[in-house]
């Protein structure tokens, strides 16, 4: 959740957006009529904000070159079935039209957003002629209705299907579009957080119904004189850490969260290693099953890599767009089903650790032990230009405390780096 | 769709309601902090706006009298195996419970929908007191999520589940979750277009057209099988193209039948009750156990629906406390046609949504444009007698206050809900006289 991207909602929209009240002459007019109206049409679109920037295709370009390695893992390097390299590569066709499809849709949404007040101001451009920019916030549920249209076309593709797989993977698509629904629910009414924290529990029910995998977890070797067995079965306990998972996979990266294209930022990365794990893992081993998980997870998150890149594209330094709570839901909630289905969640969670260490360093402000103020961003100096760490405990301010000063874009890019060393040593 | 219940969702909150300004004192103070703030608590809840009336208690006993022939059918006079009998008892006890959570949730959500200006006047109030208060908005927000929930958690419970089922349940899930959110973001966006409203049911109806396992097969009515010379067509991807077709239609036509207190609420549980009935003559009728699975299926989903709808309608009978907004016939129409696709009984659906489809060819001029169509086909109110007259316009409210006089809205709801309902018994007659000769 990044908080220096909103200001009170529901404050009454000022007088020089005549956007905002050109819907509500008087009292009798409604907006919406009774049936369509074919003859008096709604009056297009008026709006005196500019139209928010071009998307960065400079970043997003260099971004794909990320796409030449993994095309060599997937067709040269391991030999993978051809059947199951083309389901791969449609759904990775099918991804980037949903990557075209976000980059167009996010800024015919934005003004729709904005007529409604759900925006925000740039806390860490206060000072500046940027921080009184409205920006449109939950841009993350284009996000979200993109890659739902195209995970559920992808079912039609795939040639390696059968009903577990079926079951699990409509389960998959009810959590996500659940958790989707319960985000965008939250950000417009905006619900208290001790609400905020249960949700993730509720949308991923779908899936602790269906999943229908082991429940056993494998006892490390040098436990196991002690333990007397080498697996042991969980049962409901092994559901309710994949509930947990949910709730930790959405909540932390809502709270690793305050500068620009950070959000997104991370989830591209993770969804990065896990698709390389995916492929990787297929390519390695020979249990059929086992490659089944990974592909299917690589199907669920090769979408996500490529509709949030569309959305990094406004939203990397300065945002044009802010992603919302939506946003974050939607994407630790794929996240973690992929790492569910995928039956790699403790991979998953190392994924996470950046996400892991702001958790643990939160912990004391967030029970209280410390003071919690409202923000726990960064101060920002409008002279320079720069972010000086505050004594707040999130990965953010020790970047900054022990880093120094740093700029907003590129402390984003350490944090990204951070997080990305962190494959490199897996 | 009930236009009379909205005004400019983009309206400045006015200065005499202080709750929408409290949460925005300085440029600084964000409502939302980076992470949940255990010591600086978010200022709790102030509003000036008074508490939405009671749940009208009164009308959900007297409708619940109807609960005591489907038991009667359910145990009595059907022999049904007895584990479906407790699937469906369970079922119904989650129903229950959804109801009264439902009713619980209800006044919570109002208060913040309010506070997010997601209101609407309404219009058949226009010159009465009434006609200036404003009324939360979306309310089918609450039933749809605590609907969800039930049937999720009804998955745990049901013995006879195999795996094509659970396809199709989560399938069915995802559509009527898929279509709520679009329901929702509409509702808050206010998307224009009308071709939209016809591409959004589309859109969320794919997991459905995508997991349907079943036939594709259309029955030839027997009049006509020495014309055709078949007794059953496969229709393949034109039966998809239907099912597709009639998720758009059950969800637009509730959506433009609409417009008194309480019509569009009252229409579908007034079709999930013929809904449930309906699949529970056929489950005891029937020996076929993949007919039996298919009705225990539009069972499953029907029930939850009745019961969370009437916790909605507790609010929404006349005298509206709240609207529901489109996010409430989107959610329904998609469920019903929904259980319809599923529960191969699309046919039978229809006839029970006669005056619906009556209501759409009677807008068709205004809709294609041939007569002018008015912002609002509305009828008249007239504050000084209370009661509405109807307009020239092309829908079943104005044709019904043409040829029955002036009517006040709560009379004018209670006959067409009843007209609603003489459809549903014609379509079981119907079905009673031709079931030997049609099938």
Known sequence: MAPRKRISKTEPSSPEHPSSSSKGNNNVT????????????KPPLQTNDPPIAPPKWGLILKLSLFSIPYAYLLFYHY????????????????????????????????????????????????????????????????????????????????????????VEYNAALACICFMTLLGFVDDVLDVPWRVKLVLPSIAAL???????????IVIPKPLVPHVGMEVLD????????????AVFCTNSINIH???????????????????????????????????????????????????SLGLLSYNWYPSSV???????YFAGMTMAVVGILGHFSETLLIFFLPQVLNFLMSLPQLFGFIPCP????????????????????????FFLRNLGRKSEKALCIYLLGFQLAFYNRL
């Open 30 to 41: 409604t907006t919406v009529a009774a049936a369509p109206i074919p003859t008096h049409r």
């Open 79 to 166: 030999k993978i079935e051809p059947e199951l390299q083309r389901s791969v590569i449609i759904n990775a066709g099918m991804s980037v039209a949903g990557f075209l499809v976000t980059v167009k849709l996010i800024p015919v949404a934005s003004k729709y957003v904005l007529k409604r007040n759900l925006f925000g101001f740039d806390i860490n451009k206060k000072g500046t002629p940027q921080g009184n920019v409205k920006v449109p916030e939950s841009l993350g549920i284009v996000v979200a209705i993109v890659y739902l249209v195209v995970a559920i076309l992808f079912q039609y593709f795939n040639f390696t299907a059968d009903s577990i797989w079926l």
């Open 206 to 216: 779908p899936l602790l119904m269906a999943y229908a995998g082991h429940t056993t």
């Open 234 to 245: 969980l049962g409901w306990i092994y559901k309710l850490y994949m509930g947990l998972l």
């Open 257 to 307: 969260a305050g500068l620009n294209g950070l959000e997104v930022g991370q989830t591209v990365v993770i969804a990065t290693a896990i698709v390389v794990h995916n492929i990787m893992q297929i390519g390695a081993s020979s249990d059929p099953e086992y490659k089944q998980a990974h592909a299917f997870s690589i199907y669920l998150a090769q979408p996500l890599l490529a509709t």
């Open 322 to 328: 802010f992603v919302g709570d939506t946003f974050t």
């Open 374 to 397: 409202r923000h726990r961003l960064p101060r920002f100096d409008p002279q320079t230009g720069l972010l000086t760490g505050t004594k707040d405990g999130t990965l953010v301010n």
